[in-house]
C-alpha cells in the first residue's frame, strides 16, 4: 500500500488518514491517531568536539545534543541524538531542500557527512491521555513521563519495527514515532487494532 501512495505522489501513510480520524473520534479523546507527512529529516555524522559541530550549531541557532538519547529544539527543528556522532535533524514539511542546503554550507569542506534522509521514514502521531497505554502493548521501555519525558528520545522497536520515539512537548500527552516508511503501512494496522480496547462502540456511550 505504501508503494502504491509513492508512486501516486502521497504520503506512506496518506490511505490510513480516514482510518485513523475515525479511530480519534471513537476513543471519545482518549487517542490521537494522525501521520505527520513529510517532515524535513536530514542526517548529520561529524565529530562531536570538531569544528563542524559548532558550525552546525550555529546554522540551526542551537547545539546538538551531547548526551544519550536525547532532543535538542530551536524554532521549527530539533536535533535527535542517534549515536556519539551522528543526529538526525527534523523539520517541518517543505523545508528539507533548504535544511540540507544550510547545514552543507555550514560544514563546508570539514570532516563531516550530511544527507537528506526525508524519504525514509514518515512520523506517526500517538496523542492522547492513553498514548503510552498503547505503545506499552508493543514497547518495552517505560513510556512514563519520569522516565521518558520532553528533551528524550529512543531508536527502539514497536511491535518488531524499527522506531525512532519522541515524546511530544509541553503538555500534550503522547509521541511522535518515526517509521521506515516500508514498515509504516504494517504499524499503523498494529497500532489500529491495538486501539480497539480504547474505542468505544456506537451501542456503548462510555469509554472502553
Known amino acids: 500500500m505504501a ?38 529529516q536530514v542526517d548529520v555524522r561529524l565529530d562531536p568536539k570538531g569544528p563542524a559541530a559548532d558550525a552546525v550549531g550555529i546554522a540551526l541557532g542551537f547545539p546538538l545534543p551531547l548526551e544519550p538519547n536525547t532532543v535538542a529544539h530551536g524554532g521549527e527543528f530539533a536535533a535527535l541524538w542517534l549515536g556519539p556522532d551522528e543526529w538526525l535533524v527534523v523539520g517541518p514539511a517543505g523545508t528539507r531542500t533548504h535544511l540540507e542546503a544550510r547545514l552543507r554550507e555550514a560544514v563546508g569542506d570539514r570532516h563531516a557527512a550530511v544527507v537528506d534522509v526525508s524519504a525514509q521514514r514518515t512520523t506517526l502521531l500517538v496523542g492522547g491521555a492513553r498514548a503510552a497505554g498503547l505503545l506499552a502493548h508493543g514497547c518495552s521501555l517505560d513510556l512514563h513521563p519520569r522516565a521518558f519525558g520532553t528533551g528524550r528520545c ?32 504494517y504499524l499503523a494496522e498494529w497500532l489500529l487494532d491495538a486501539a480497539s480496547e480504547y474505542i468505544r462502540s456506537a451501542s456503548d456511550p462510555t469509554p472502553a
Open 3 to 40: 508503494d502504491t501512495a509513492a508512486r501516486a505522489g502521497l504520503s506512506p501513510l496518506a490511505p490510513y488518514a480516514e482510518r485513523f480520524a475515525a479511530a480519534t473520534r471513537a476513543s471519545g479523546g482518549a487517542l490521537r491517531l494522525a501521520e505527520l507527512p513529510f517532515l524535513a
Open 154 to 185: 529512543a531508536q527502539t522497536t514497536l511491535a518488531r519495527a524499527q522506531v525512532v520515539l519522541v515524546p511530544r512537548g509541553g503538555h500534550r500527552a503522547g509521541f511522535r514515532v518515526l517509521v521506515r516508511s516500508s514498515f509504516a503501512g
